[in-house]
C-alpha cells in the first residue's frame, strides 16, 4: 500500500460515507486522483463495495463505562468513624473498559466507546488501554472535563464495603454520538453494554442494531432501573443474584427462584441468562435449559473485577459458538482468575492460565 493510500484508507476508517471531493479537499489533490487511489484500494482488498465499505474482522465492540478506580485495602475488621491501617491502589476501572481489557487478553479484537477528559487520568486512560489492545480509537474525549472515578474500600475479606462513584461525564454520551459510530456497530460480531449508559442511548442500541448479538451488564440495581423496561431486548444478560431479583421482581431464595427468574427473562425475549452467585457459582439457562456450575472457594484478593472477567468469558465463548455448559466453565475459571489479583483486571487474564484453573478445578 502506497502512502497516499494509507492516508485515504486512514479518512475512511474514521467516515466510511466521507465522498471522493470531500477527501481530496483534505488531502489536496483531485477527486480524479481519489478515485484512482480508491480503485487500487479495491482491487487490493482494502475496502470493498458502495460507502467505502471496510473488509470485515471479528471483532467485539463495548460501549460503556471507562474511569479511574481508587481502592483501599486492609486486612483488618473494617472500623466505622475512625482511620483503617491499608494500602490504597489507583488503576484503570469502569464496567465497560475492564470487560474490554478481559477481552482484549484473551485475544479478542476490542473496541471500546467510552467517554473521558482532558485531564492527566483521562490521558493516562487512553495510553494504558491502548497498550494493553484496547482500541481506543472511537472514544468520545471532551477536553474541558475530567475522567470518571471510582472509590472503593475494600473488607478484611476483599469484598466492597462502600463504594462511590462519578460518573457524570457518562452522561454526555448520547444517541446522537452512537449514531455517528454506526459504521463501527454494524461491522461488529458482538456489542457489549453497560447500563452506566443513559436509557435513551441504551434505547437507541436495542433499536438501531436489533440485529446484532447485545450482550447487557446491569452494574448494580441502582443502574439496572434503566433496562428494566426493555430487558427483552438483549441477547445475553449476566447479573448477580440482587439485580436479577430486582428486574424479574422475584424474590430468589432457592434453585427454584433461580430457575423461575431465568425463565422470566427468556420470555422477555432475552437468549442467555447467567446469575452469578459468588461463593456459590452461577446459575444460568436458555430456552427449556437451566444449569449451575458451582467453582471451588479460594482466598480473594480483590472482588470487584469477576464479573468483569465472566462477562468476557461469555463473549469469548459465544465469538467461537460454544454450547451454555462450556461458557459457564469457562467464564467462572476467568472469574476465578480475576480474583487472585488486587487489580481489577488480572494483568496474567490469558487462555492458558484460564485452562490452568479449569484443570484444577477437574483435579
Do not use: W
Not at 460518573?167 to 463501527?184: G, L
Not at 434453585?255 to 444460568?284: C, H, N, P, Q, S
Not at 465463548?317 to 489479583?341: C, M, P, V, W
Amino acid at each position: 500500500m502506497t502512502g497516499r493510500e494509507k492516508e485515504i484508507l486512514e479518512l475512511i476508517k474514521k467516515n466510511p460515507l466521507i465522498s471522493q471531493k470531500e477527501i481530496g479537499n483534505q488531502l489536496n489533490i483531485t477527486r480524479s486522483s481519489v478515485g484512482v487511489h480508491i480503485t487500487n484500494l479495491i482491487k487490493k482488498g482494502y475496502i470493498r463495495g458502495r460507502g467505502y465499505i471496510m473488509n470485515k474482522s471479528d471483532y467485539v465492540t463495548v460501549i460503556g463505562a471507562a474511569n479511574m478506580d481508587i481502592q483501599g485495602f486492609t486486612e483488618e475488621k473494617l472500623l466505622e468513624n475512625e482511620s483503617n491501617p491499608g494500602l490504597v491502589k489507583i488503576c484503570l476501572g469502569g464496567v465497560g473498559r475492564n470487560i474490554s481489557e478481559n477481552m482484549a487478553r484473551l485475544g479478542i479484537d476490542t473496541k471500546l466507546i467510552a467517554v473521558t477528559g482532558g485531564d492527566s487520568n483521562s490521558k493516562r486512560l487512553i495510553n494504558e488501554c491502548n497498550e494493553s489492545g484496547i482500541d481506543m480509537e472511537h472514544c468520545l474525549i471532551l477536553p474541558d472535563m475530567n475522567a470518571s472515578i471510582y472509590l472503593a474500600l475494600m473488607d478484611e475479606n476483599g469484598d466492597m464495603a462502600i463504594a462511590l462513584s462519578d460518573m457524570r461525564i457518562a452522561d454526555r454520551i448520547t444517541p446522537e454520538f452512537i449514531k455517528s459510530k454506526s459504521h463501527v456497530l454494524k461491522n461488529s460480531e458482538i456489542i457489549v453494554v453497560d447500563a452506566c449508559l443513559s436509557k435513551d442511548v441504551l434505547e437507541y442500541i436495542l433499536i438501531n442494531f436489533k440485529d446484532k448479538k447485545i450482550m447487557l451488564d446491569p452494574v448494580s440495581i441502582k443502574k439496572s432501573r434503566r433496562v428494566k423496561d426493555i430487558i427483552g431486548g438483549f441477547h445475553t444478560v449476566k447479573l448477580n443474584r440482587h439485580e436479577a431479583q430486582y428486574l424479574s421482581n422475584m424474590e430468589i431464595r432457592d434453585e427454584d427462584g433461580l430457575e423461575r427468574a431465568v425463565e422470566y427473562f427468556i420470555g422477555k425475549g432475552v437468549e442467555r441468562v447467567f446469575i452469578t452467585l459468588g461463593e456459590e457459582g452461577v446459575f444460568y439457562g436458555e430456552a427449556g435449559y437451566c444449569n449451575t456450575y458451582k467453582a471451588p472457594k479460594m482466598k480473594v484478593a480483590n472482588a470487584t473485577g469477576a464479573g468483569d472477567a465472566f462477562m468476557a468469558g461469555i463473549v469469548y465463548g459465544q465469538l467461537y459458538d460454544k454450547n451454555i455448559d462450556d461458557i459457564a466453565e469457562f467464564s467462572t475459571a476467568a472469574a476465578l482468575l480475576a480474583l487472585r489479583h488486587h487489580d481489577t483486571v488480572n494483568p496474567n487474564m490469558s487462555i492458558d492460565n484460564i485452562n490452568k484453573i479449569l484443570e484444577e478445578i477437574k483435579c
